[in-house]
T-cell receptor
Framework: KAGVTQTPRYLIKTRGQQVTLSCSPI?????VSWYQQTPGQGLQFLFE???????NKGNFPGRFSGRQFSNSRSEMNVSTLELGDSALYLC??????????FGPGTRLTVL | GENVEQHPSTLSVQEGDSAVIKCTYS??????FPWYKQELGKGPQLIID?????GEKKDQRIAVTLNKTAKHFSLHITETQPEDSAVYFC????????????FGQGTILTVHP
């Protein structure tokens, strides 16, 4: 099976802009979780979608949002970008229980 | 909320030695404990996991132990090789929320040839 794919791999944006990241899970997996990874805060949970419904949400401001499509592909959006949003954004694919398999991530730089 | 503490933050060993990384968690409802390996420029890779109804699990050179009473779990790597050099993360769930993991801060493991 193909692994988790994330696009784009790298992004450079300026403060105030918005960005959309995409994740395609492993075939057959219906759960997609998103995490933010920074040197200071480590890996932090953003939200999780299962069968197009958000099941769980972490402690991030409303500028961070996501959605999932009927083919299980997921997107996350960050509006009004801040310098502190610079991070590696990881998505993880699961079959609905706890096991999660990560993609390579999208490196976002906010200038 | 759930908190996961991981030690040590860095670990340096000689090839062939064993390496042990320890984690403690705070939520007594947690019942799933995975370990991930992250190499430079890549996403975390699930290497082994354990559930609360099991005390130990092995997979070749890697083993994980869980002590639910003490709320700690450990990763053991035997006969280390230079390709084991990476950042290792422990994580736990909260017992009720699927798809949500809380991660430790990571351990940078360096295996010297």
């Amino acid at each position: 099976k193909a692994g988790v794919t994330q696009t784009p791999r790298y992004l450079i944006k300026t403060r105030g802009q918005q960005v959309t990241l995409s994740c395609s899970p492993i075939s057959g997996h219906r759960s997609v979780s998103w995490y933010q990874q920074t040197p200071g805060q480590g890996l932090q949970f953003l939200f999780e979608y299962f069968s197009e419904t958000q099941r769980n949400k972490g402690n991030f401001p409303g500028r961070f949002s996501g959605r999932q499509f009927s083919n299980s592909r997921s997107e996350m959006n960050v509006s009004t970008l801040e310098l502190g949003d610079s991070a590696l954004y990881l998505c993880a694919s699961g079959d609905g229980n706890n096991e999660q398999f990560f993609g390579p991530g999208t490196r976002l730089t906010v200038l | 909320g759930e908190n996961v503490e991981q030690h040590p933050s860095t670990l340096s060993v000689q090839e062939g030695d064993s390496a042990v990384i320890k984690c403690t968690y705070s939520d007594s409802a947690s019942n799933y404990f995975p370990w991930y390996k992250q190499e430079l420029g890549k996403g975390p890779q699930l290497i082994i996991d354990i559930r609360s109804n099991v005390g130990e699990k092995k997979d070749q050179r890697i083993a994980v132990t869980l002590n639910k009473t003490a709320k700690h779990f450990s990763l053991h790597i035997t006969e280390t090789q230079p390709e084991d050099s990476a950042v290792y993360f422990c994580a736990s769930d909260d017992g009720t929320s699927y798809g949500k993991l809380t991660f430790g801060q990571g351990t940078i493991l360096t295996v010297h040839p």
